[in-house]
């Protein structure tokens, strides 16, 4: 049994159910390298768990922010050498990189917060002053 469930394959219809997205997306990341499906004698294609677990690392990585090119590099596919180790590594350098620019974005919304609330005091205030005459 144990076997069997090794060998569980998709087909992109199931795929584009369960991670809600188009045939069409699935086919474009084959098509950037990211997946490699087999194919069956009748030329469909047949997706193994390792291309369902890509599938989820690459939306995953398109969650966070990430380039298609930045995902490619951190799920191997640019360096077929590439180590585990490394792999890990290279992941952690754009996770960094990534939490700098949300710190930088956080930060730009707290000063464009701070201005927002000071032009709302003003606008309060000059009605309150209006209101009064």
Do not use: C, H, W
């Amino acid at each position: 049994m144990a076997a069997s469930a090794k060998q569980k394959t998709y087909t992109i219809s199931e795929l584009s159910a369960e991670f809600e997205i188009s045939p069409r997306t699935i086919r474009f990341y084959e098509e950037k390298g990211l997946i490699s499906p087999q194919r069956t004698k009748g030329n469909r294609r047949k997706y193994t768990r390792r291309d369902r677990a890509r599938l989820k690392l690459i939306l995953r990585g398109k969650r966070f922010g990430y380039s298609l090119d930045e995902i490619s590099e951190m799920i191997g596919m640019t360096d077929v050498n590439m180590t585990e180790v490394e792999q890990i590594e290279k992941s952690l350098i754009y996770g960094e990189k990534k939490l700098k620019e949300i710190r930088e974005r956080i930060r730009e919304l707290k000063l464009l917060e701070e201005d927002l609330l000071s032009v709302k005091e003003k606008l309060l205030k000059s009605l309150a002053e209006l209101r009064k005459k």
